[in-house]
């Protein structure tokens, strides 16, 4: 992500916009940035400083040193930078001191005839030591660590589409209250929501959700750090494949909207998970699709608010009369993670819920509320479309 002074945007009466990398200048940014890219891996093996001394004077033959140093920043992201694993700094300093003990007073200013006593020590080390430089001591100094490489192989659209993510999510960290309204990928959602450790309230609106995200500046303390969580729960949130979001922005002239949603043409780079927690529950879905019944399946739909956490079973089923009800599968997890599970459904008290434990689960059918099934090594479709039929007569 970038910081404050590296954010590009426009402030209008009632907008605040990012001021993006567009396509119009598509081959000009394009050419910036593969330029950075090859100042990097041309310094594979060098420090950060000496990376640092090109980049600046790089910079200086351009007139928007906010962009450049912005893609620098992303690229940097991607760095790896390293000491010398093999040297002992603290102790190589020690060494030398100990050496210049006997030569003290050591004098930094050389006289007309003789050398500094701090040259002549450094070099009388150097000599007895094979040491290469002064500079021996200090490779654990951040800025002496050595640029190693690059973890990705990066292509300049890849970072050109990470800077404009960037600039979105650098909006969010004046945020004062955000909304975003979903209609699927709600388990996803709130992994991010949970992971970000937002505080939130949630509302089921006809087809979709609306869900009201406390901003950093909504609080009185650890805003910058909220902030910076906030932001990353943008990515996200682009994960769902239909969203939208509005978030209140404080600005020197007040608070302005900045609105997203997935049209925008923003990439995130989170990876999407795979849409089943398990093999069980995989093959439960393809069986269950292949059963001729009045019966919809549909993965993680439902969302139940529980206060400080929320509750989504794995399937909804609907039926074409218009009747619904949800499955639970319960594989085989920690006692812990059983504990918790089992609070949450006695938390969502839903008589239309229907949950499938496996058996070598330590509990029983008196463990849960309602509809229990108990599964070997699969959940089998037509015992739960028998308890379907049972649980909506």
């Given at each position: ?52 001394t ?57 006289d ?7 040259d ?32 990705d ?5 890849e ?43 949630i ?6 959700y ?22 990353r ?18 600005t ?15 990439v ?23 059963q ?21 079973p794995?399937?909804t ?22 504990q ?10 839903r ?15 008196e ?10 090594t ?16």
């Amino acid at each position: 992500m970038l910081t404050g002074n590296l954010l590009r945007y426009v402030v209008g009466e009632k907008e605040i916009t990012p001021r993006y990398l567009t396509r119009r200048h598509g081959d000009f940014y394009l050419r910036l940035t593969n330029d950075l890219l090859l100042t990097f891996r041309a310094h594979i093996g060098k420090t950060r400083k000496e990376l640092t001394t090109s980049l600046e004077q790089y910079e200086r033959g351009w007139a928007g040193h906010r962009i450049v140093r912005g893609l620098t920043k992303i690229i940097d992201g991607f760095a790896e930078y390293q000491a010398d694993q093999e040297i002992n700094y603290a102790e190589e300093r020690i060494r030398l001191f100990e050496f210049a003990e006997k030569y003290r007073p050591i004098v930094r200013q050389a006289d007309v005839i003789h050398k500094s006593t701090r040259d002549v020590v450094l070099e009388r080390y150097f000599q007895e030591n094979n040491t290469p430089s002064f500079q021996h001591f200090y490779g654990d100094l951040v800025e002496n660590h050595k640029l190693v490489g690059l973890r990705d192989e990066l292509r300049a659209e890849e970072i050109i589409r990470r800077y404009n993510l960037a600039l979105a999510q650098g909006l969010l960290y004046r945020c004062h209250r955000m909304h975003v309204w979903v209609w699927d990928s709600y388990k996803t959602i709130f992994h991010y929501i949970k992971l970000a450790g937002l505080m939130h309230t949630i509302q089921k609106q006809k087809d979709h959700y609306f869900i009201c995200v406390d901003g950093p500046f909504s609080l009185f303390r650890r805003t910058l750090k909220y902030g910076i969580h906030l932001a990353r729960f943008l990515p996200g949130l682009m994960l769902a494949k239909r969203w939208s979001m509005r978030a209140d922005i404080d600005t020197p002239n007040g608070q302005r909207i900045f609105q997203l949603d997935h049209a925008s043409g923003l990439v995130s780079y989170y990876k999407k998970e795979n849409p089943f927690d398990s093999s069980t529950e995989e093959s439960f879905c393809r069986d269950f699709e292949k059963q001729k019944s009045g019966w919809d399946i549909r993965r993680e739909t439902e969302i139940i608010d529980l206060g400080d956490t929320v509750f989504i079973p794995d399937f909804t089923f609907c039926h074409r009369d218009g009747r619904q009800a949800m499955l639970e599968i319960v594989g085989f997890w920690t006692p812990e993670y059983l504990q918790r599970k089992i609070a949450k459904i006695h938390s969502a008290n839903r008589q239309d819920l229907i949950v499938a434990v496996n058996e070598k689960l330590n509990c029983s059918k008196e463990d849960f509320p309602g509809v229990v099934i108990f599964f070997k090594t699969r959940v089998k479709a037509e015992m739960v479309l028998a308890e379907l039929d049972k649980l909506i007569a």
